[in-house]
């Protein structure tokens, strides 16, 4: 079982940055997979978590096109910490932040943003971006 325990949300604004981090419980291996999804007001459903980046064992990363050249994943495996810089913030982030993580990697980068492919979650951070 992997808990997995977010944290650095918080209130900015908009132009702003934040770096988001997701500790590990276990030794998250090369073979792991891990990711950003996020949830906007009034979506409820796993399912309606938008993958944000996600980033593969080997180093592959992969970013939706709404956060391309303004999110920066990364992973530390000596701590076993997921991270993400967030810059340029923009309203439309404002989400809650969930970090997820599998052992399975996948290829296509829209297979690996996808919540359903994903066993493990956080509790998520709160992010605010205010115009």
């Known amino acids: 079982q992997v808990q997995l325990v977010e944290s650095g949300g918080g209130s900015v604004q908009a132009g702003g940055s934040l770096r988001l981090s997701c500790a590990a419980s276990?030794?998250?291996?090369?073979?792991?997979?891990m990711a950003w999804f996020r949830q906007a007001p009034g979506r409820e459903r796993e399912l309606e978590r938008e993958?944000?980046?996600?980033?593969?064992?080997?180093?592959?990363?992969s970013y939706a096109e709404s956060v391309k050249g303004r999110f920066i994943i990364t992973k530390d495996n000596a701590k076993n910490t997921l991270y993400l810089q967030m810059n340029s913030l923009k309203p439309e982030d404002t989400a809650i932040y969930y970090c997820?993580?599998?052992?399975?990697?996948?290829?296509?980068?829209?297979?690996?943003?996808?919540?359903?492919?994903?066993?493990?979650w956080g509790q998520g951070t709160q992010v605010t971006v205010s115009s």
């Open positions: 997820a993580a599998d052992p399975a990697s996948w290829s296509l980068p829209s297979m690996r943003l996808h919540p359903i492919r994903y066993n493990y």
């Open positions: 276990v030794y998250t291996s090369s073979t792991y997979s």
């Open positions: 993958g944000v980046a996600a980033f593969i064992g080997d180093g592959t990363t």
